[in-house]
């Protein structure tokens, strides 16, 4: 998705002091992150010992509800509230912490693990932005 | 919807130390308050005046999201996360918060008017069931 | 919520012909059933015999998202499109068929029971809005 | 988003016939195309001429949440429901070739050309998936 990059250059109003490449990577990790727990969720129900997983399934489905809000707030530039993209960041740093850390748990399944550094990932796009913003 | 108690009564484990009131009555507002700012940033669309009402706009969809994400992690008690739960409820109560004092603004507008209301009880509903989480 | 009404009587332009309670009603139902779904998947989980319900958390999850598509797409009028919303209102009542016949069958776990009612009410709830709309 | 491959080549379970790279594209169109419709909605409430725009972001929205569904239904693989998946297949074609459509009408606006490619590929790739499942 470099097409994050083009909705951004094309926004027609100035997007403030953001770090333009921070806010592009969030962005992106936020839905790919979506995507992954989703499917991750799914792929656990699928595993023989499905028993063990349901606070890992738990908290993929979490992790995709806060990601995909995050991405959709991280996307609208108008009437920008930096104090809920603040809260939102944080939310969604703490859901891909917890997520990281339980499918890290699980790392020798595939998708636990490809689903986990996903998550790491995301939650580091989360923190430097949050950081950026100061 | 009592179907939102309906589903808490029959949670087929136990919900913890939480206010099964307080956590009905937020589960409730959070979808309500979704529903409302979708179709009040719909209604501000319809308005003669739109060009005033677009950081209204955002507003309202910005809310949406996070009241939606709100409502689908509130509905899941498997593996409880209460630091997730906060996080969330926080960033909730803010969006409603703005959201509500930017559709009261507009209240000659009477859509902006019913979703100001509806704005007001969900911060207040994530609030007290904030305050019960201790 | 009466307030799903409230949001179409203060909608400033005109309707056209929907039968307003239907389209009420069904808005209704979407965002209900949604909350139902993810709280019955989210129950499923925490069942002792959870192997055998992974087919109907996947239902249940389905369910959730496209009830709440449908209720979103259902919750704007600016711009109507009657072909959108027929669409969405078929994969609807088709993800609720699915849903309360597999929950149904796992009447015994009472959220199953709630959750498959709900399933009944919402997919009617989109086949009398579809016939209306002819 | 190679990621989507991955998360389809470690499914614990088979995916049955279903051909894996259409099904991959489908899902990344699907997400991205949230994206960018959501991106596309707000940057038309930046522009001067917002008036002239209801429709169009109106049409953005529904794309948004439609597309957003379809690539969470199309996320999972557990008891798969080919009907459903069609008809969730259709309705995003459909949501994709409107918002293509409206956005073009504005390519002037680069937002909306950007969007409009990425509405044609979300569509393309959904008739292609639709085609390969016969």
Redesign the interface.
């Known amino acids: 998705?470099t097409?994050?990059e083009?909705?951004?250059?094309?926004?027609?109003?100035g997007l403030g002091n953001v770090d333009r490449k921070k806010l592009a990577d969030c962005?992106r990790e936020c839905?790919?992150c979506?995507?992954?727990c989703?499917?991750?969720?799914?792929?656990c129900?699928?595993?023989p010992d499905?028993?063990s997983l349901?606070?890992?399934?738990?908290?993929n489905?979490?992790c995709a509800?806060?990601c995909?809000?995050t991405?959709?707030?991280l996307?609208?530039?108008?009437?920008y509230?930096a104090?809920?993209t603040r809260?939102?960041l944080?939310?969604c740093a703490?859901?891909c912490k917890?997520c990281g850390d339980m499918c890290e748990e699980h790392s020798a399944?595939?998708?636990c693990?490809?689903?986990a550094m996903?998550c790491r990932n995301c939650e580091r796009a989360c923190r430097e932005l949050l950081k950026s913003l100061g």
């Open positions: 998705m097409l994050v083009d909705m951004l250059d094309t926004y027609p109003a962005i839905y790919a979506a995507q992954a989703t499917a991750c969720a799914d792929a129900l699928s595993e499905v028993a349901t606070k890992c399934i738990r908290t489905l979490d509800d806060v995909f809000a991405g959709q707030v996307s609208r530039h108008t009437g509230d104090n809920l809260a939102m944080e939310a703490m859901a917890s399944m595939l998708h693990s490809k689903c996903e």
